[in-house]
């Protein structure tokens, strides 16, 4: 069964978010495992590419974004629309509401920030999960 956590920041920014789902990333990637990022919408796809590129000059995380034909598929992809049918592993979810095709993925990340909006979707997407039984781990990293 799928295994959800939460991470919650202290920040409100969505550029803190990005950032600190770079840094997931550059962990999850390290361990080997095969990393979905599901963006709302392209533009914020595209952003999250860049600072993939950019957030840390001794790092390289190979990566594209879904539909890419000039890249070939990547270990760690980004997209907004459906779901990579080649990705089951790791989800990182970005998006309100929760793709209903998060539950073919062994893990789901959910990054929240202190942001209402995000705040509340990110309620309705842990009650959501609780409800139907799925093991929730919920991190504060606020300090």
């Known amino acids: 069964m799928t295994t959800i956590d939460f991470y919650i920041l202290g920040q409100t920014q969505t550029t803190d978010r990005h950032r600190f789902v770079c840094n997931l990333v550059s962990k999850v990637y390290?361990?080997?495992?095969?990393?979905?990022?599901?963006?709302?919408n392209q533009d914020d796809a595209k952003q999250l590419d860049q600072l993939l590129w950019s957030f840390k000059g001794e790092a390289f995380i190979p990566?594209?974004?879904?539909?890419?034909?000039?890249?070939?598929?990547?270990?760690?992809?980004?997209g907004w629309g459906e779901h990579p049918d080649h990705h089951h592993d790791v989800l990182i979810n970005l998006?309100?509401?929760?793709?209903?095709f998060f539950s073919r993925f062994d893990r789901v990340l959910?990054?929240?920030i202190q942001d209402e909006?995000?705040?509340?979707?990110?309620r309705q997407h842990y009650k959501?999960?609780?409800e139907r039984g799925y093991?929730?781990?919920?991190?504060?990293l606020r300090v």
């Open 117 to 122: 909006v995000v705040l509340t979707q990110t």
């Open 95 to 100: 998006s309100s509401p929760q793709p209903n």
């Open 30 to 40: 390290g361990e080997g495992r095969n990393i979905y990022i599901h963006t709302s």
């Open 63 to 78: 990566h594209n974004i879904i539909g890419d034909a000039e890249q070939p598929q990547a270990q760690v992809q980004i």
């Open 128 to 130: 959501f999960y609780k």
């Open 135 to 140: 093991q929730v781990t919920y991190r504060d």
């Open 110 to 112: 959910e990054v929240v």
